[in-house]
């Protein structure tokens, strides 16, 4: 193929991936009032299969390792944190009660904790052990994570892998290369443990995850807190894959205090988790 007709098949492609993208809300605002819209290539439910199986197969290593589930009380309470977060998430979006959720602990000495699509979650023992956290900042930490999985944003991320695999690839957009060429699994697995998300994208799971802990009664002021113990371990040089993917800085805490005369009411309004 001639540099000029590769260059025509490149547009081509290109003009075919503009056309495959679909832009989206999806989710309600909130009364934090989140409404950027997004571009998404793959869709919701194929990247919902291929985190459940990149999670399903998370649960297999921590299973053999003797890694899941093995502190009850630990596990008993991040499901208690999650199942009063879970509920109030359908002011964002009314189908996230209904999601098949997926509540599990891995003991381990790392820091960290994430929520893949579909409500699939896992909490490191390392993050709340290391960290003390109390209840109020573990449902901020699960607020957060809960909102970039009603977001979409590993959604969002792996269209935007996606578009750039197709961009290189060029003329194979126009012979039909589909969403079903990528493994989803691991490129969800990917997005979860390897790559930081967007600025953009944490902003919103922080003001999204303050609504969330405030609407289930956990005082909204932890969610300071805890990035202030995370930046304190990032300091004192402790590992912390979550930090990796989560970078923290005064920034996001002083947008946090920002944000806390919309969701103060809330918290007020709604009935206590208990000690915060």
């Not at 299973?63 to 964002?92: C, M, W, Y």
């Not at 909204?220 to 805890?226: G, I, K, L």
């Not at 004192?236 to 970078?247: D, I, M, Q």
């Amino acid at each position: 193929m001639t540099g000029s007709s590769w260059r025509t098949a490149v547009a081509a492609g290109l003009l075919c991936l503009a056309a495959a993208c679909t832009t989206v809300q999806t989710t309600e605002p909130g009364a934090v009032g989140i409404d950027r819209k997004q571009r998404m290539l793959v869709s919701n439910e194929d990247v919902a299969a291929g985190a459940e199986q990149a999670y399903a197969q998370e649960l297999q290593k921590a299973s053999a390792t003797g890694k899941l589930n093995t502190d009850p009380a630990l596990t008993a309470r991040v499901r208690h944190v999650s199942e009063r977060l879970i509920p109030v998430t359908a002011v964002f979006r009314r189908d996230a009660p209904g999601w098949k959720w997926e509540i599990n602990t891995l003991k381990t000495d790392d820091m960290n904790a994430y929520a893949m699509p579909g409500g699939k979650i896992m909490v490191y023992s390392g993050l709340v052990e290391k960290l003390n956290l109390t209840d109020a900042e573990l449902a901020a930490v699960l607020g957060h994570e809960i909102s970039h999985a009603l977001r979409e944003h590993t959604r969002e991320r792996v269209s935007r892998a996606y578009a750039q695999q197709l961009a290189l690839a060029g003329v194979a957009v126009v012979t039909g290369v589909g969403a079903g060429a990528l493994d989803l699994a691991n490129q969800v697995a990917s997005v979860t443990f390897q790559l930081p998300h967007s600025r953009e994208q944490e902003a919103e799971a922080d003001v999204m995850g303050l609504e969330l802990m405030a609407r289930a009664g956990y005082n909204p002021h932890a969610a300071v807190s805890v990035w202030q113990k995370m930046m304190s371990a990032q300091q004192g040089g402790g590992p912390s894959e979550f930090l990796s993917t989560h970078p923290s800085s005064s920034n996001r805490i002083a947008e946090l205090q920002a944000r806390m005369p919309k969701v103060i009411p809330l918290y007020e309004a709604a009935p206590k988790a208990g000690a915060s």
